[in-house]
């Protein structure tokens, strides 16, 4: 038998990636007890365990998943996702953090703190320029993350919802089929607007091959199978919210209500995340009560820091170029933490 390492005293928490089997899936179980702890665990393992084997385009072991350990158990984890952040001319590509959690009887030991040290000096070790997580408060400013941006949520009211005599699409399930169509209709609703994100068809593809993702991905059709629109709405507990919708058609949009509506009947409301201006808010609008808000808890929700400063800066220089070239040439000097850059401006471009 392996002899188990023990951490010594003022030792830093051990962190790194699943290695086994029953490390991925104790990973996996301890996030699901602590957001879900209704769900069937040993159901979402066995899907888990799909996602590991169908491998992402994205996926690399050395850092999709990271967990800490005390004496040899896993104590502590969180995930990574690498994603391209749309900023006007832009690409930025994002570190996204998720699924951050600690065992209950190791909180207020360090590893936590240790998790987010992980996570910072893999961003600066691979000169990714951002991280990017929604997370409680009072945790993560402490490690650098500051609030970066809020959603504007949209409540439906099922009860005053004016619906159509003769509905015009039906709803099923998404499939991997649908990935062309599904990236269609999230560029043409989301590619706009600061802080969405680049995607691509395969690792749409990818997504739409795992079940969990098509119980919870809806797609709206016409009456001769065209896709025009589709909801992703959170599940478990959050049923009543969709987190993601776009659609080309008034039609799509009031289908995916109804269909939203039947899959949770004790429902009065239905939360909806849309951006202002959007062509589906006003087709909402246009047939139900809407109480829309920004969702912005203090010091809590969608939270960024910058990962390497180098890469950030170089990220940037489109958005500078932009916003700044057309003006007389100039030289700024950029201090960041310890670091200083120096810019140079001119006309259309930006030169660090």
């Known amino acids: 038998m392996a002899e188990t390492k023990r951490r ?10 699943p290695q086994t089997d029953a490390e991925w899936d104790a990973s996996e179980a301890l996030m699901l007890r602590e957001f879900y702890p209704n ?31 005390k004496d040899g158990a896993l104590v502590g984890r969180y995930n ?15 570190g996204c953090v998720g ?11 360090g590893y936590g703190r240790a998790l987010m040290r992980d996570a910072t000096a893999l961003a600066q070790r691979e000169r990714w320029p951002l991280l990017l997580l929604a997370g409680i408060a009072n945790f993560y400013g402490k490690h650098g993350y500051r609030v970066c941006c809020t959603n504007a949520e949209h409540s439906v009211d099922l009860a005053k919802v004016r619906w159509p005599e003769h509905p015009t699409h039906t709803v099923r399930d998404a499939a991997r089929a649908d990935a062309a169509d599904l990236l269609r209709l999230y560029q043409g609703t989301y590619h706009e607007v600061l802080g969405s994100f680049d995607r691509e068809v395969e690792a749409q ?3 739409l091959g795992l079940s969990d993702e098509q119980r919870l991905l809806k797609v709206a059709c016409t009456a001769d199978g065209r896709v025009e629109g589709y909801l992703y709405r959170s599940g478990d507990a959050w049923a009543y919210e969709a987190h993601e919708m776009a659609a080309s058609s008034e ?34 609008q246009a047939h139900a009560d809407l109480y829309s808000g920004w969702h912005s808890p203090r ?4 939270q960024a820091r910058l990962g390497d400063v180098g890469a950030w800066c170089e990220a940037m220089l489109p958005v500078w170029a932009e916003r700044w070239g057309e003006r007389a040439p100039r030289k700024l000097v950029l201090s960041i933490g310890e670091a200083e850059y120096g810019l140079q401006l001119g006309p259309g471009r930006a030169v660090l």
């Open 99 to 109: 699924g951050v959690v600690t065992a209950e009887e190791v909180r207020g030991q």
């Open 299 to 302: 010091q809590a929700g969608w």
């Open 251 to 284: 039609g799509a949009t009031l289908a995916l209500l109804a269909a939203h509506r039947d899959l949770v009947p004790e429902a009065t409301h239905l939360k909806w995340q849309l951006p202002l201006g959007s062509r589906e808010l006003a087709w909402l």
């Open 8 to 17: 010594a005293p003022g030792e830093p928490p051990e962190v790194r990636s």
């Open 80 to 94: 990574l996702q690498l994603r391209h952040l749309r900023h006007g001319p832009a690409r930025i590509l994002t």
């Open 39 to 69: 769900v069937d665990i040993e159901q979402r393992l066995a899907a888990a365990r799909q996602r590991r084997a169908a491998a992402s385009p994205a996926h690399r072991p050395d850092w999709a998943s990271r967990a800490a350990f």
């Open 205 to 207: 593809r990818y997504r």
